[in-house]
């Protein structure tokens, strides 16, 4: 089963509009963190934003906002005020936390969504 | 601060040949983590070291294999290379703290291509 899901392949905004990227996640562990990360074509992972299993407010980093449902399982990230310079792909990843709560843990990664800001 | 580093950028290889990818963590951490991100999929989990031991890996066989120095850089190192290796190779670090689940950071990584 997958564990992040990204189910929108692809999205169009308009520059100064926001737009939403959804993501959904599956875990039984009580401890866990949800990232977002942005590529552009030149390959690098950029990291944006993270959010917390237990955090009870959502994250927010500048124009980036995760809108964090722990009952629907879902971390969508809201950009605000988009530019052109947000043309990318985004991905989704969860690092789960093995018993007793160590920091280590692999990142697991949605298929990503490819964000294209229109003039 | 210097981020995370990678080498080389690309590299092109024949079917059956080794490959040695390196990369340098971001300043001050001490983990490093392999991923391979094939053409238009998310990145897949390697590996990952921490203390010059591999402590979790993922999904790949044991043609693909690292190596942490004592100043944390690390090897990730593919033998007998196939077509199917072709990828983006990213290296991420991140420092390990007991009971915080910490950031990774990416470079930029290595794009290999397998003839």
């Known amino acids: 089963a997958q564990k992040i899901t990204q189910t929108q392949p692809g999205m169009f905004v308009q520059e100064k509009e926001a737009v939403t990227l959804d993501c959904t996640y599956d875990t039984s562990d009580q401890s866990y963190g949800l990232f977002w990360y942005k590529q552009p074509s030149s390959g690098e992972m950029i990291f944006l934003i993270y959010q917390g299993s237990y955090d009870e407010q959502n994250a927010t980093e500048g124009r980036y906002s995760l809108n964090f449902q722990k009952a629907r399982k879902s971390a969508n990230l809201v950009i605000s005020a988009s530019q052109l310079g947000d043309s990318a792909m985004y991905f989704c990843a969860m690092r789960e936390a093995p018993p007793g709560g160590t920091s280590y843990g692999k990142l697991t990664f949605g298929q990503g969504t490819i964000l294209t800001v229109h003039p | 601060d210097a981020g995370v580093t990678q080498s080389p950028t690309h590299l092109i290889k024949t079917r059956g040949q080794q490959v040695t990818l390196r990369c340098s963590p971001k300043s001050g951490h001490d983990t490093v983590s392999w991923y391979q991100q094939a053409l238009g999929q998310g990145p897949q989990f390697i590996f990952q070291?921490?203390?010059?031991?591999?402590?979790q890996r993922g999904n790949f066989p044991d043609r693909f294999s690292g190596h942490q120095f004592p100043n944390y850089s690390s090897e990730l190192n593919v033998n007998a290379l196939l077509l199917g290796d072709s990828a983006l190779y990213l290296c991420?670090?991140?420092?390990?703290?007991?009971?915080?689940?910490?950031?990774?950071?990416f470079g930029p990584g290595t794009r290999l291509l397998v003839l």
């Open positions: 991420a670090s991140s420092l390990d703290r007991t009971g915080f689940l910490e950031t990774q950071y």
């Open positions: 070291y921490y203390e010059e031991e591999e402590r």
